[in-house]
């Protein structure tokens, strides 16, 4: 069925760029993931036209990242998976303001921003994603959030037009934006900055670096904090005293370090780590009536 979809493709991008059967545990910070049918790096020009090839194929087709917020199932996903990486990672600095592709890591843009002397956004330094998959989930951590930053965000609508969003139309709240809801494909991003002492701000992410690198386990595959905050709660903290410290179904554990990540400690599939986070779920709300919502998002056969 992907024959006549992949002639065409191919007539349009680099091939190098279109990998077919291919292993998402390759694209996941989990390291889960069976293969998908389709996955197409494209670049900003030729990303309208690989969605619209999807469309007239009848094919569907899923945005991803770097895979660092993403539980793929173990049978893979069907269909197109079109990743959002470098090649769609053009960077300026102009003045205090940044605009940034979509492929763009946090990282980078905060490195960019130190150098030249602006603050605020030294709190997304370390979150392991891209900007496009930070706008969309309103990325945040250690007291900031993307919607400070944000000024505008170019995205690819339903129809293929490109629009310029606000930050007000981005309707941006706790882990969550428009732009899945309506369909939306972020293109870039215009972050706002202030002027700061490189000094500072550097010294200032060296800390916080050093908290992620003290209290987070980041020798394990994992994607970040895998529940979202309960209102008046700390996830982490339900799990831990619901007695969930180094709880483990296979290969997947609740981390030792700490409780709000589920980590790929041993070879751990995709079912496990779904078990385990079904697991956590139900027993703390059988102790704490809180039930625990997944920040992670989960796509593909399981």
């Keep these: ?22 292993p998402m545990k ?5 390291r889960v993931g069976g293969p998908a049918d389709v996955l197409v790096t494209p670049d900003t020009e030729s990303l309208p036209e690989v969605i619209a090839l999807c469309k007239r194929h009848s094919l569907p087709y899923h945005i991803i990242g770097n895979g660092s917020n993403l ?10 998976v079109i990743a959002v990486t470098n090649l ?11 605009t940034a592709g979509a492929g763009c890591t946090l990282g980078q843009i905060a490195v960019l921003a130190a150098g030249n002397g602006l603050a605020g956004f030294e709190f997304a330094a370390g979150i392991p994603g891209t900007l496009g998959g930070a706008v969309v989930m309103n990325a945040g951590a250690y007291g900031g959030e993307m919607k400070e930053v944000i000024t505008s965000v170019l995205v690819l609508d339903t129809d293929g037009n490109q629009k310029e969003l606000s930050v007000e139309e ?12 309506k369909g939306y494909v972020v293109l870039k991003a215009k972050l706002k900055l202030c002027r700061g002492d490189v000094g500072e701000i550097r010294t200032k992410m060296a800390e916080l670096r050093e908290q992620r690198v003290t209290k987070q386990p980041l020798e394990y595959p994992s994607a970040g904090s895998t529940f979202k905050r309960p209102e008046g709660y700390f996830a982490g903290k339900l799990i831990m005293e619901a007695g969930l410290r180094g709880y483990q179904v296979g290969g997947a554990q609740v981390a030792e370090k700490h409780c709000g990540f589920v980590i790929n400690k041993d070879h751990a599939t995709a079912a496990d780590i779904l078990q385990l986070m079904q697991d956590v779920s139900d027993k703390v709300e059988a102790q704490f009536g809180v039930k625990l919502e997944p920040e992670v998002k989960m796509i593909g056969e399981f």
């Design 1 to 22: 069925m992907y024959n006549e979809f992949l002639n065409e493709l191919k007539e349009k991008i680099d091939n190098s760029w279109i990998h077919v059967n291919e």
């Design 26 to 30: 390759q694209h996941t910070t989990f």
């Design 170 to 181: 981005l309707d941006l709240g706790y882990r969550h934006s428009c732009i899945l809801e």
């Design 71 to 80: 539980l793929v199932g173990d049978k893979g996903i069907r269909g197109v």
């Design 88 to 98: 769609m990672g053009d960077i300026l600095c102009d003045g205090e303001s940044i």
